[in-house]
Structure formats: C-alpha cells, structure tokens
C-alpha cells in the first residue's frame, strides 16, 4: 500500500511540476515530459504490470487536463511502460546509459505516435518541422531533465525496496 501511495504521489508531483513550474522554465514554448520519465523509469525498474499501471494514471491525468481525447495519451502511456517493463531483468541499478536511452526512446515514440495520431490523421503533413522545432527539443530537454530526477526516483524506489524487504522479514 505504501508503494502504491508513494507512486501515485509521484505521479501527481511530477505532472503538477510539469504543468506549472517547467511551464514557466520552457524554451520556445519546450517543456519537458516529466510524466515519460516516471513512466519509463517505473517501467523498466519494477517489470512491465508496474509501467503498465503507472502509465495508465500518468496518460490518464493528460488526458484529463490537457487531452483532445480521453484514453488517447493514456494508451501511448500504458504502452511506453509496459514496453520499459521488458528491460527489466536488464536493468542495474548504476548504470544509467539503459535508462537514459529507453527514456530517449519513449519520448521520441510518444511524440511520434501523438503525430501521426493527432496531426497526420487531420492532414497537416510538416513532419520534418514538427520534428525540429517539438519533437527534438523536447527531447533534449526531457534528457536534461532526467539526468536529476531519474536519480530521484531510483533512490526512492530502493528505499520502497528496502522497507518491502523488512516488511517481508518479519513475517517470515
């Protein structure tokens, strides 16, 4: 219950933050996607039932906010952590170089997806500047971004880690 708490908490943190604060910081209207980082990094940490879940409320609070369309970014979400679930038994805690690149890699396909999904369908076909002036700087922003607050959350899903160990001690 705790750990459910403690990520849902995340969740909404990292989208107020998202919202507001680096709205304010943004470069030429480029903010970063905090809520792809949480999801990823869930994702490839925990397996792909946890990036399934966290990508579901994380899609479903843009869906909420800020969506055209309800369930649309809540899919694009499920599915970016459940396919980070699959790094799982990939994934070590010190390096950073996988991390960094399923995140890289999320971003990039969920901007992809919400393209084709949103601008391509409707017949507006400037790929080429939607990827230099979105898609890329967003992309470098979110890396930016996640060289601190991956670290965060690996250090608070050890320390969850940590005290399911103890929990599971005691009854054992």
Not at 12 to 22: A, G, H, K, N
Not at 134 to 150: A, D, H, N, R, S
Request: some cysteine; aromatic content about 18%.
């Amino acid at each position: 219950m705790q750990r459910k708490l403690t990520i849902a908490a995340i969740i909404i943190v990292c989208f107020i933050m998202q919202s507001t604060i680096f709205q304010v910081l943004s470069f030429a209207s480029i903010s970063p996607n905090l809520l792809i980082v949480v999801t990823a990094s869930f994702g490839f940490m925990r397996g792909r039932k946890e990036g399934l879940f966290v990508g579901l409320f994380s899609g479903l609070l843009i869906d909420l906010f800020y969506g055209s369309y309800l369930g649309v970014y809540a899919l694009i979400y499920v599915y970016i952590g459940y396919v980070n679930g699959c790094f799982k038994k990939f994934f070590y805690p010190d390096d950073v170089k996988l991390p960094m690149l399923l995140i890289s890699a999320s971003d990039l396909t969920c901007n992809l997806i919400i393209y084709f999904l949103l601008f391509f369908m409707r017949g507006q076909f400037h790929l080429p500047y939607y990827f230099l002036h979105i898609m890329l700087p967003e992309l470098i922003y979110t890396i930016l971004v996640t060289l601190i607050l991956y670290f965060v959350i690996l250090k608070i899903n050890q320390k969850l880690e940590e005290i399911e160990k103890r929990s599971a001690a005691k009854f054992v």
